[in-house]
């Protein structure tokens, strides 16, 4: 009985021990699951392959808007490629980036996942996705479209579709204040004013979440801080200036006058992106300081309202246009199916599927043969002066994190009624020095 | 005491009065989200209106959308393994700290206690380092393993003080009817463990049950994730479409809830035992 | 066998019998928080194994940090008002629910339900309730309370006073149970006794009830202590830490920085401060609420 005791015990400190012995997998999932076999399954000591063995990709990504047109591509997939089966995954986009980081790094990387166009290089410099150099669809890349998912002469995803920042409006809303669009920063102010007296919130925020005010910001930077410096990033990044030096704490001053006058709506910081969507859409409120992906959820709210767009001018009328490759999807060269992984990236990138994704997205092409119908005005409208704009990047490209979230919090405090632009750009300076070498620059 | 019934208390009637507000107000938020999750979209707008109808398709739509039966599995395993495990483990280990007197024990109370003290966040880091290494990643058992260890302190605190109250003649009496150690421990003091038990299973449950932070970390899977993470990305998921937050939210709530009410006692007494013992 | 041999056997058992649980409260509570020690002296990304020995910078960093230089006013503004107000609404429930009201019962039930609830669904809930057009601000303006309706997410002084409102409404009806409990246990002879002396309310309430409820007082100070400096899974899922830094507290920073911004090795330097600060705060308070304890 003692003995039984003490093998008792000394069993239990052992078995809790166990998992480290075996050969990492996890253990086996519920009966429900249908079979995931091939995702645990050693690659190496597979019974030997045939045409119709079960291949079973993961596919990560952020957006719930693209489910159903990537369901659709995907069974497109699977009905060419039959004995593959595809799970879809979605994490909450400010969750995205260190849910995948996680995976990635624990050996669990998705066999195909999707990533912020505008940062894409961060899963080329750190090898979360595969070379994709000789794919047929690189030589029909808009130039400048390759360039967030190239590096150092090869290409390693592709670029779904590109987006741009903007002011996209409700009309029928401007109409009803007698606002027209501004052509300067000034006229930008007195629309705001008109609107107000008429009743109608000038600006809508999605303050909740994190990635609508970095995009409010965005179409500040390009207009004031790129316009008046295009090249301020890179003397930046050679400690030539500090951000003090810049439009930078001018540009945060004007956020705050909007926030003062009561240009954004309130309670911005409690609500969600769809909800700010939702009140311009219905013209409770009349702007959206966002990407272009806004129209298509505009339209859907409120297929019948008018809608459209015009870029945030400066005190002189100029202004630049922040364009990025919305989402870029890629493979990764780890998954135990990379072959057919890199297949399904490029089958996204064929001219059908192109299509189809753009249309259901309502956004921009990054191929030369691939012309989506949009017919909506803000789209439009969107796309001519886009054509005739200087256009950058997103303003993060060049800042380590930390001082792209001080940033962000910086604005979540002016909105929040913080009158400390010093502070926030002092931390802004004081992190980049600190973390600067984790810039990836271009090469 | 039998005054009371005869004679209306007007300070107690207020007192009572004003209590009964008090309660629909902490209540309030629970009994809002239970109504609100009944509410069509449309009705969803106007705040202080009740549901015209029992409309259940936002309970449809929680439930699939979110794979609610694979995240109550999982939460399940998680619980009832951890909770298994902590029983057997913090009892063995409380036997012989409460019943040796030495330097050596007292310490290794206190080092147990100790755990209450250490944060999460201070440990996380490395942690995370060590799953991944013992290749735990994605595993539930990595999550059993972190329950397990935030529950030692307390177990060992509630089984020691309870044993210490257990009278020592009666081990005595076992051995001098030829006991060994072990026999004494799992025939006479085991059994007597039951109420220290019961609080135990009270004070760990809810912390296992709703922690967010480990698989928050250690899960990236859809299929292994269990409630409080799986929820957090399905609210996540749908950011204006109030109607399915308020369903799942109300089929969360459901199971502590009912656990509770029917097991109200035993709650109450867990509690309190290591606190007044303390 | 003789004595001395049985006896250490039994000890020798007795070790074994603790084995199982030392073993997973070393590898998976203290083997980390060892290696935290040493990476915060590194300037380990997270992201690759490529890092150096960095000295003392990182703690140096931190006293310049604003982010933890907020966090740290947050999380002890926080534990300070939740364990003081906390207690106090928590010790006046206890005397009501001891009060000998008729509904004792439904009351206690009812103020501790909210206690089973995880974070994940508070903020589901109050994420809507509390939104600048959520149900309570709607019902203000229609009682014509419209000053009292005030954007609780969107200004700074008053996110972090919310998440301190979230968290007291959660709690009070653990601790007015704990409290209770201790109530229950101080013999009524003892009010008799002083009334008879002609001792007021007052005097009943200090020199009585509170010295004895002592040991009460100090699990409910200790909880309310401990759980508000690692406050950590309300601001992240409610509040995200914002607007600006607001409602960061130490451990949603050291998530930030280590996960977010992947400085791991300044994260575990600050986390290693954090785990001191905890330890040293309660031990102290230990022992103070402890000294104050009187046996009956």
Same mark, same amino acid.
């Given at each position: 009985?003692?003995?039984?005791?003490? %093998?008792?015990?000394?069993?239990?400190?052992?078995?809790?021990?166990?998992?480290?012995?075996?050969? &990492?997998?996890?253990?086996?999932?519920?009966?429900?699951?249908?079979?995931?076999?091939?995702?645990?399954?050693?690659?190496?000591?597979?019974?030997?392959?045939?045409?119709?063995?079960?291949?079973?990709?993961?596919?990560?990504?952020?957006?719930?808007?693209?489910?159903? !047109?990537?369901?659709?591509?995907?069974?497109?997939?699977?009905?060419?490629?039959?004995?593959?089966?595809?799970?879809? @995954?979605?994490?909450?986009?400010?969750?995205?980036?260190?849910?995948?980081?996680?995976?990635?790094?624990?050996?669990?990387?998705?066999?195909?996942?999707?990533?912020?166009?505008?940062?894409?290089?961060?899963?080329?410099?750190?090898?979360?996705?595969?070379?994709?150099?000789?794919?047929?669809?690189?030589?029909?890349?808009?130039?400048?479209?390759?360039?967030?998912?190239?590096?150092?002469?090869?290409?390693?995803?592709?670029?779904?579709?590109?987006?741009?920042?903007? !002011?996209?409006?409700?009309?029928?809303?401007?109409?009803?204040?007698?606002?027209?669009?501004?052509?300067?920063?000034?006229? +930008?102010?007195?629309?705001?004013?008109?609107?107000?007296?008429?009743?109608?919130?000038?600006?809508?925020?999605?303050?909740?979440?994190?990635?609508?005010?970095?995009?409010?910001?965005?179409?500040?930077?390009?207009?004031?801080?790129?316009?008046?410096?295009?090249?301020?990033?890179?003397?930046?990044?050679?400690?030539?200036?500090?951000?003090?030096?810049?439009?930078?704490?001018?540009?945060?001053?004007?956020?705050?006058?909007?926030?003062?006058?009561?240009?954004?709506?309130?309670?911005?910081?409690?609500?969600?992106?769809?909800?700010?969507?939702?009140?311009?859409?219905?013209?409770?409120?009349?702007?959206?300081?966002?990407?272009?992906?806004?129209?298509?959820?505009?339209?859907?709210?409120?297929?019948?309202?008018?809608?459209?767009?015009?870029?945030?001018?400066?005190?002189?009328?100029?202004?630049?246009?922040?364009?990025?490759?919305?989402?870029?999807?890629?493979?990764?060269?780890?998954?135990?199916?990379?072959?057919?992984?890199?297949?399904?990236?490029?089958?996204y990138a064929e001219p059908a599927q192109a299509k189809m994704y753009l249309e259901a997205a309502h956004s921009m092409p990054t191929l030369t043969d691939v012309t989506p119908d949009i017919s909506a005005?803000?789209?439009?409208?969107?796309?001519?002066?886009?054509? #005739?704009?200087? %256009?950058?990047?997103?303003?993060?490209?060049?800042?380590?994190?930390?001082?792209?979230?001080?940033?962000?919090?910086? !604005?979540?405090?002016?909105?929040?009624?913080?009158?400390?632009?010093?502070?926030?750009?002092?931390?802004?300076?004081?992190?980049?020095?600190? @973390?600067?070498?984790?810039?990836?620059?271009?090469? | 005491?039998?005054?009371?019934?005869?004679?209306?208390?007007?300070?107690?009637t207020i007192l009572g009065a004003i209590m009964l507000f008090a309660s629909f107000v902490s209540l309030f938020p629970i009994l809002y989200a239970i109504l609100s999750s009944f509410k069509t979209k449309v009705e969803m707008g106007d705040v202080l209106a009740l549901p015209s109808s029992l409309y259940l398709e936002n309970y449809q739509v929680a439930w699939e959308r979110s794979d609610f039966p694979?995240?109550?599995?999982?939460?399940?395993?998680?619980?009832?393994?951890?909770?298994?495990?902590?029983?057997?483990?913090?009892?063995?280990?409380?036997?012989?700290?409460?019943?040796?007197?030495?330097?050596?024990?007292? $310490?290794?109370?206190?080092?147990?206690?100790?755990?209450?003290?250490?944060? +999460?966040?201070?440990?996380? *880091?490395?942690?995370?380092?060590?799953?991944?290494?013992?290749?735990?990643?994605?595993?539930?058992?990595?999550?059993?393993?972190?329950?397990?260890?935030?529950?030692?302190?307390?177990?060992?605190?509630?089984?020691? /003080?309870?044993?210490?109250?257990?009278?020592?003649?009666?081990?005595?009496?076992?051995?001098?009817?030829?006991?060994?150690?072990?026999?004494?421990?799992?025939?006479?003091?085991?059994?007597?463990?039951?109420?220290?038990?019961?609080?135990?299973?009270?004070?760990? =449950?809810?912390?296992?049950?709703? @922690?967010?932070?480990?698989?928050?970390?250690?899960?990236?899977?859809?299929?292994?994730?269990?409630?409080?993470?799986?929820?957090?990305?399905? *609210? &996540?998921?749908?950011?204006?479409?109030?109607?399915?937050?308020?369903? =799942?939210? #109300?089929?969360?709530? =459901?199971?502590?809830?009912?656990?509770?009410?029917?097991?109200?006692?035993?709650?109450?007494?867990?509690?309190?035992?290591?606190?007044?013992?303390? | 066998?003789?004595? /001395?041999?049985?006896?250490?056997?039994?000890?020798?058992?007795?070790?074994?019998?603790?084995?199982?649980?030392?073993?997973?409260?070393?590898?998976?509570?203290?083997?980390?928080?060892?290696?935290?020690?040493?990476?915060?002296?590194?300037?380990?990304?997270?992201?690759?194994?490529?890092?150096?020995?960095?000295?003392?910078?990182?703690?140096?960093?931190?006293?310049?940090?604003?982010?933890?230089?907020?966090?740290?006013?947050?999380? +002890?503004?926080?534990?300070?008002?939740?364990?003081?107000?906390?207690?106090?609404?928590?010790?006046?429930?206890?005397?009501?629910?001891?009060?000998?009201?008729?509904?004792?019962?439904?009351?206690?039930?009812? +103020?501790? *339900?909210?206690?089973?609830?995880?974070?994940?669904?508070?903020?589901?809930?109050?994420?809507?309730?509390?939104?600048?057009?959520?149900?309570?601000?709607?019902?203000?303006?229609?009682?014509?309370?419209?000053?009292?309706?005030?954007?609780?997410?969107?200004?700074?002084?008053?996110?972090?006073?919310?998440?301190?409102?979230?968290?007291?409404?959660?709690?009070?009806?653990?601790?007015?149970? =704990?409290?209770?409990?201790?109530?229950?246990?101080?013999?009524?002879?003892?009010?008799?006794?002083? #009334?008879?002396?002609?001792?007021?309310?007052?005097?009943?309430?200090?020199?009585?009830?509170?010295?004895?409820?002592?040991?009460?007082?100090?699990?409910?100070?200790?909880?309310?202590?401990?759980?508000?400096?690692?406050?950590? @899974?309300?601001?992240?899922?409610?509040?995200?830490? /914002?607007?600006?830094?607001?409602?960061?507290?130490?451990?949603?920073?050291?998530?930030?920085? &280590?996960?977010?911004?992947?400085?791991?090795?300044?994260?575990?330097?600050?986390?290693?401060?954090?785990? $001191?600060?905890?330890?040293?705060?309660?031990?102290?308070?230990?022992?103070?609420?402890?000294?104050?304890?009187?046996?009956?």
């Amino acid at each position: 009985m003692k003995k039984l005791a003490i %093998v008792l015990v000394i069993a239990l400190t052992a078995v809790l021990f166990l998992p480290a012995c075996s050969s &990492g997998g996890s253990p086996a999932p519920a009966p429900s699951e249908p079979a995931a076999a091939a995702e645990s399954a050693p690659a190496a000591e597979s019974a030997p392959q045939t045409e119709a063995a079960a291949v079973e990709l993961s596919l990560l990504t952020w957006d719930p808007d693209i489910q159903e !047109v990537c369901a659709e591509i995907n069974n497109k997939f699977i009905a060419e490629n039959p004995g593959v089966t595809i799970s879809v @995954d979605i994490i909450p986009g400010d969750q995205y980036e260190t849910v995948l980081n996680t995976r990635v790094l624990a050996g669990e990387s998705p066999d195909v996942f999707m990533y912020f166009g505008s940062s894409a290089n961060k899963m080329i410099a750190d090898n979360f996705w595969g070379k994709v150099t000789d794919s047929a669809f690189v030589s029909r890349l808009i130039p400048g479209f390759d360039d967030s998912v190239s590096y150092r002469g090869d290409v390693f995803g592709f670029p779904m579709n590109a987006s741009g920042n903007g !002011v996209f409006y409700n009309k029928d809303a401007f109409a009803q204040a007698g606002a027209s669009v501004p052509a300067t920063y000034a006229e +930008f102010l007195e629309t705001c004013e008109k609107l107000k007296s008429a009743g109608i919130d000038p600006i809508a925020l999605g303050g909740i979440d994190v990635w609508p005010i970095q995009h409010f910001i965005a179409n500040f930077v390009a207009t004031f801080v790129i316009t008046a410096d295009p090249d301020y990033e890179m003397k930046r990044i050679n400690g030539d200036i500090t951000y003090a030096q810049t439009e930078y704490p001018a540009m945060f001053t004007r956020i705050m006058e909007l926030a003062q006058n009561d240009y954004i709506a309130r309670g911005s910081l409690g609500i969600t992106h769809d909800q700010s969507v939702e009140s311009v859409a219905n013209g409770s409120a009349a702007m959206l300081l966002n990407g272009s992906w806004t129209v298509g959820q505009l339209q859907e709210i409120n297929p019948d309202g008018n809608f459209g767009y015009f870029p945030l001018p400066n005190d002189d009328g100029k202004y630049t246009i922040t364009a990025f490759v919305d989402k870029a999807i890629g493979f990764s060269p780890t998954s135990a199916h990379a072959d057919v992984a890199r297949k399904l990236v490029e089958f996204y990138a064929e001219p059908a599927q192109a299509k189809m994704y753009l249309e259901a997205a309502h956004s921009m092409p990054t191929l030369t043969d691939v012309t989506p119908d949009i017919s909506a005005d803000a789209s439009v409208e969107f796309a001519e002066r886009l054509a #005739t704009s200087q %256009v950058v990047g997103f303003f993060q490209n060049f800042m380590p994190n930390s001082t792209y979230d001080e940033a962000t919090k910086g !604005v979540q405090a002016i909105l929040a009624g913080d009158t400390n632009i010093n502070a926030i750009i002092e931390s802004m300076d004081r992190t980049f020095d600190q @973390d600067k070498a984790s810039v990836i620059l271009p090469e | 005491m039998g005054k009371k019934k005869f004679r209306v208390n007007p300070k107690m009637t207020i007192l009572g009065a004003i209590m009964l507000f008090a309660s629909f107000v902490s209540l309030f938020p629970i009994l809002y989200a239970i109504l609100s999750s009944f509410k069509t979209k449309v009705e969803m707008g106007d705040v202080l209106a009740l549901p015209s109808s029992l409309y259940l398709e936002n309970y449809q739509v929680a439930w699939e959308r979110s794979d609610f039966p694979a995240l109550l599995t999982n939460s399940l395993f998680v619980t009832v393994l951890s909770m298994s495990i902590i029983l057997v483990i913090g009892s063995l280990a409380a036997y012989p700290i409460s019943r040796n007197s030495g330097k050596l024990y007292v $310490f290794l109370y206190l080092f147990f206690l100790s755990g209450m003290m250490v944060p +999460f966040q201070s440990g996380m *880091i490395p942690l995370y380092g060590l799953i991944r290494n013992l290749g735990l990643m994605n595993t539930r058992l990595s999550l059993v393993l972190v329950a397990v260890n935030a529950s030692i302190p307390i177990t060992i605190l509630i089984f020691t /003080g309870f044993i210490k109250t257990i009278p020592r003649e009666l081990e005595e009496a076992a051995k001098i009817d030829g006991c060994g150690y072990m026999k004494t421990l799992f025939r006479i003091v085991f059994p007597l463990l039951v109420p220290a038990t019961v609080s135990v299973i009270i004070l760990n =449950i809810l912390p296992i049950w709703n @922690d967010f932070m480990s698989p928050l970390l250690f899960i990236s899977r859809a299929e292994l994730r269990t409630l409080p993470v799986g929820i957090y990305m399905f *609210i &996540g998921d749908r950011s204006s479409d109030f109607g399915p937050i308020f369903a =799942i939210s #109300t089929l969360t709530l =459901i199971i502590p809830v009912a656990l509770f009410l029917s097991l109200q006692k035993y709650f109450y007494k867990g509690i309190t035992a290591g606190a007044v013992k303390g | 066998m003789n004595r /001395g041999a049985f006896r250490q056997k039994e000890r020798l058992l007795g070790l074994l019998l603790i084995l199982p649980a030392l073993t997973i409260f070393l590898t998976i509570t203290y083997y980390p928080l060892i290696f935290s020690f040493f990476y915060s002296v590194t300037d380990f990304t997270g992201r690759s194994l490529d890092f150096n020995f960095v000295g003392l910078e990182n703690f140096r960093n931190a006293m310049n940090d604003s982010l933890v230089r907020a966090s740290i006013w947050n999380t +002890f503004s926080f534990a300070l008002f939740t364990t003081l107000i906390g207690n106090a609404v928590n010790l006046l429930l206890a005397l009501v629910l001891d009060s000998g009201l008729r509904t004792k019962n439904y009351l206690r039930t009812a +103020f501790y *339900i909210p206690c089973l609830l995880s974070p994940v669904i508070v903020s589901a809930i109050f994420g809507s309730i509390l939104q600048y057009d959520g149900v309570l601000n709607t019902f203000l303006k229609t009682i014509g309370l419209d000053f009292l309706a005030l954007d609780y997410f969107g200004k700074m002084n008053l996110a972090m006073p919310m998440l301190m409102a979230l968290n007291i409404w959660q709690w009070c009806g653990y601790g007015a149970i =704990i409290y209770l409990a201790g109530l229950q246990t101080i013999p009524t002879e003892y009010y008799e006794a002083a #009334t008879i002396d002609g001792a007021g309310a007052f005097d009943k309430f200090f020199k009585i009830t509170l010295p004895l409820l002592m040991p009460s007082i100090t699990i409910v100070t200790f909880m309310s202590l401990t759980g508000g400096l690692k406050l950590f @899974d309300l601001p992240f899922i409610l509040t995200k830490g /914002g607007p600006g830094n607001a409602t960061q507290t130490i451990g949603t920073a050291i998530y930030k920085i &280590g996960f977010e911004y992947n400085k791991m090795g300044y994260a575990t330097a600050i986390a290693v401060l954090f785990f $001191f600060v905890i330890a040293i705060l309660a031990i102290a308070q230990l022992r103070l609420t402890r000294s104050r304890e009187v046996e009956h």
